[in-house]
């Protein structure tokens, strides 16, 4: 049975090569108008939308879709009609761009990154080069700050601690980062074979409204016997900016960062990093959530916790 199924990957990776490269980007947005036509504008600038581009307006009220028309009238820009959240809105708009264009490969960008020339084809040519890749994410700078680095080498995840950074983050970019290496891939600029992609299932919709669903996709990417990998040479610079509770650390935030974490943590975490995270990271954590947003007055974000990890406990959560 074990030799079938790894006969049956690697006929699946093969039959990937076989049709001429097709990208199509998807652009997730929610009330961030202005963001999103810079982003396209920059895609326009750089050559990418000889791409095929999705916007998937999920739910906004601010007349993204309209103006996308307008605008970029290349552009297939799609309003749903509720917010979706960031898992099961990339799926939906997944879907979409699929049917529409059916497309060897997905770029995931989100609104808030402006890419450089040669943003795409660096990302598939890293694909190309290994057929064990199915997914590929792009080095990303602070918009802010260019000469630093945002994202060198996807993401650090260390369970026992509770805790999710960015390779390299904040770094002075000197070239350190630049070589093509294994990576945890996160969602917001990375290239995903479309076939990998619908086989597995998308991203998670119980880690919806928001994250780590990316990350939850690119350790499942690699139990099933791909690679996720970082390529350099595609360069994007990131706002990073966040449209769930933009108000700060509320209790709504907590609840859902707290329930998904255990959910994520009991997914791909061992037994032992898994003890190290209730015997020394939970204390800590639930201290620091206590000392700093104790001084601002928020105990909500100290309920949203505790109730997060109730609802783990539920047995819907337990997936």
């Known amino acids: 049975m074990c030799q079938l199924a790894g006969t049956a990957v690697t006929l699946a990776k093969r039959s990937a090569l076989t049709r001429p490269p097709l990208i199509a980007t998807v652009t997730p947005t929610y009330n961030q108008r202005q963001k999103t036509l810079q982003c396209l504008a920059r895609l326009r600038e750089t050559g990418e939308l000889k791409h095929k581009v999705l916007v998937w307006d999920n739910g906004s009220a601010d007349g993204t879709v309209e103006a996308v028309r307008e605008a970029f009238p290349e552009v297939l820009a799609h309003g749903h009609h509720a917010n979706l959240g960031v898992g099961s809105g ?4 997944a879907r979409l761009a699929i049917e529409r264009f059916q497309p060897t490969h997905l770029l995931f960008l989100d609104n808030d990154i402006l890419v450089e020339p040669g943003f795409a084809e660096a990302l598939l040519a890293a694909l190309l080069r290994d057929p064990q890749a199915g ?7 602070f918009m802010n700050d260019p000469q630093r680095l945002n994202d060198g080498g996807g993401a650090r995840i260390t369970f026992w601690l509770g805790r999710i950074r960015p390779v390299g983050y904040g770094e002075f970019d000197r070239g350190q980062r630049d070589q093509v290496t294994r990576c945890v891939s996160c969602g917001g600029a990375m290239l995903v074979r479309a076939d990998l992609f619908e086989r597995l299932g998308g991203f998670d919709k119980v880690f919806d409204p928001f994250g780590p669903e990316d990350l939850d996709f690119s350790l499942r990417l690699q139990k099933a016997g791909y690679k996720a990998l970082y390529a350099p040479q595609a360069v994007g610079l990131h706002e990073v900016s966040h449209t769930f509770e933009p108000g700060g650390y509320s209790e709504k ?4 960062k707290a329930r ?7 997914r791909h975490a061992s037994p032992l990093q898994r003890a190290g995270f209730y ?3 939970a204390p800590y954590l639930l201290a620091r959530v206590l000392l700093r947003e104790g001084r601002k007055g928020n105990f909500g974000a100290l309920r949203g916790v505790l109730r997060g990890m109730v609802d783990y406990l539920k047995p819907s959560a337990r997936a």
């Open 253 to 256: 935030y907590a609840r859902h």
């Open 279 to 281: 015997l020394l990271g």
């Open 135 to 141: 997914q590929a994410q792009a080095k990303l700078r």
């Open 260 to 266: 998904h974490w255990f959910v994520f943590m009991r």
């Open 90 to 93: 990339r799926n939906a708009a």
